[in-house]
């Protein structure tokens, strides 16, 4: 990878992570493989002081510790190497980052790295791994929680969709209309049942869910013009939340660009008018 392309990574990630311990160097698991990673320090400090030092000797500034939200020693590529991969909390934007040896890459959005049972809680739910193996090669995809348009809005509801990388090389590609069988299989049948148990009074909240499934069908190559119907409607809408869902749906579409600059001017002028009306919002 280009040193230009890693600084730019580097600034999105806000990498931070220094050198290990002196028992095993990250350098060491890396080419000893995940098996020895226990027996090197990595708890979260070491991990972004190793980080900071391989950025700074580059010219590429550092990482808060603090913004470090959990790693993990993973065999990305089932060769018996090992990769550092770590999620990163930035001021604008959520990212996981894979530490290569030699480079870095930067993937915005949310993952998580273990899988987390809660079965057994009042959620009853098992969140699993991001990381996985999910066409059988060897090779572990990365499912990642990606934002759709603009990002974080909103108190309590903001579209995003699960996105599939594929690693080609040191590098993951999107890769989601390779996988139609992991939406069919976990990701759709979840969301319309979501969908149909949403009241549609709950509007802003049932239009994310839409959002990520009607994304999923264009993605797919199903429908190209998934939920523009939809976001016709919600631009006439007074709600301004629904006004800039319709206008990401135009962005992703593509091609709608006077839907676009309406949107956007009729979100401007909904504005004030929904906080008169939504004091308590």
């Known amino acids: ?56 000797s580059d010219g590429m500034g550092g990482l808060n510790p603090l913004e470090l939200m959990e790693f993990k020693w993973i065999d990305l590529a089932g060769d018996g190497g090992c990769e550092l991969v770590f999620m990163r909390w930035g001021a604008a934007v959520t990212s996981l980052n894979i530490y290569w040896q030699d480079n870095f890459q930067a993937l915005a ?43 974080r809005r909103g108190a309590n509801a903001f579209p995003a969709w699960l996105q599939v990388y594929r690693l080609e090389g040191e590098e993951y590609v999107p890769a989601s209309k390779d996988f139609p069988d992991f939406y069919e299989r976990e990701v759709l049948p979840e969301l319309n049942e979501k969908i149909a148990a949403t009241p549609q009074a709950q509007e802003t909240a049932l239009a994310v869910l839409e959002m990520e499934r009607d994304k999923i069908q264009r993605v797919l190559g199903r429908d190209p013009n998934a939920g523009l119907e939809k976001a016709r409607q ?27 600059s309406a949107a956007e001017q009729a979100g401007k002028e909904a504005y004030p008018r929904w906080i008169a009306s939504h004091p308590n919002n």
């Open 1 to 56: 990878m280009k040193k230009a392309t890693l600084a730019i990574l580097a600034l999105v990630v806000g990498c931070n992570c220094v050198a290990f311990g002196a028992q095993m160097g990250i350098g060491d698991i890396a080419k000893q493989g995940c098996s020895v990673a226990s027996r090197g320090k990595t708890d979260k400090a070491s991990v972004a002081a190793f980080l900071n030092k391989i950025l700074e």
């Open 234 to 260: 919600w631009a006439k809408s007074e709600n301004p939340e629904l006004i800039e869902d319709a206008k990401d749906v135009f962005l992703d579409i593509g091609g709608h660009e006077a839907e676009v």
């Open 109 to 151: 959005g949310e993952a998580t790295l273990e899988t987390i049972d809660l079965s057994k809680g009042p959620q009853k739910k098992i969140y699993k791994s991001s990381i996985r193996d999910l066409d059988g090669d060897g090779k572990k995809e990365i499912i990642m929680g990606s934002y759709l348009g603009g990002g």
